[in-house]
Each structure stands twice: as structure tokens, then as C-alpha cells.
């Protein structure tokens, strides 16, 4: 039964990097690949870690603290470093896709440029 609940976070984990991998590939522009890399990668890698840490504290009998570490890590850090990427790509004006509805950023942009002229 271990092993079963192992193999469901492996494939699961693998499952949703692939999904990434797909997405980098077909999204049409750079935040909406960034927004693939940073979700689906960042839980497909959480996913494994979590089903290899179960492997080694159920089956092996190990409690491995470093698995646990790497899973907070990559949930601290990835999020943050597309959120990061994808503000560079706005500040040197990358283009969003054509078809882009909304720009949140640069309305958020805009009032505080008006907020700044006021004061």
C-alpha cells in the first residue's frame, strides 16, 4: 500500500511537469510561459520530493529532513524568482500576446506615477 501512495506523488509530480513543459512550449508569450514554469513545474517537483521523503520515512524507515527542506525551498523561492522574471520582461517592455486582455501592472503603474505627481 506504501508503495501505491508513493507512486501516486511520483506520477502525479511528473504529470505536472509535464504539463509545464507543455505549456512553456505553447503558451504565446513570456508570462504566460513563466506562469507554466513557476505552477505546474514548481508543484510537479514538490510532488516528487513529497513522494520520495514518504518512500524513505515509510519503506526505509529514515526521516530524510533535507527532502523537507528542498520542498520549502522550491515553494519559497520559484514563485518568487518568476515573479521576478516576469517584472524584468515588463520593465524592458517585452510585448504581451495580442489577444492580452488585461494589464495589471501597468494600471498599478499609472496610478502610482499620478499618486507620486499629486504629492
Partial sequence: ?????????????????????IGIIRFPDVYGRLHAATKSATLGVISIMIGIFLYFLIVQG??????????????????????????????VKVKMWDQSTQDDL???LKKYKQHEKSQ
Avoid at 6 to 16: P, R, T, Y
Avoid at 62 to 78: D, E, M, Q
Fill in 1 to 21: 500500500m506504501t508503495e501505491v501512495i508513493v507512486s501516486i506523488f511520483l506520477i502525479i509530480g511528473a504529470g505536472l511537469s509535464v504539463i509545464g513543459s
Fill in 62 to 91: 529514515l526521516f530524510v529532513g533535507k527532502f523537507l527542506l528542498t520542498i520549502l525551498f522550491v515553494f519559497l523561492t520559484a514563485p518568487v524568482a518568476g515573479f521576478m522574471i516576469a517584472k524584468s520582461a515588463y520593465n
Fill in 106 to 108: 501597468g494600471r498599478d
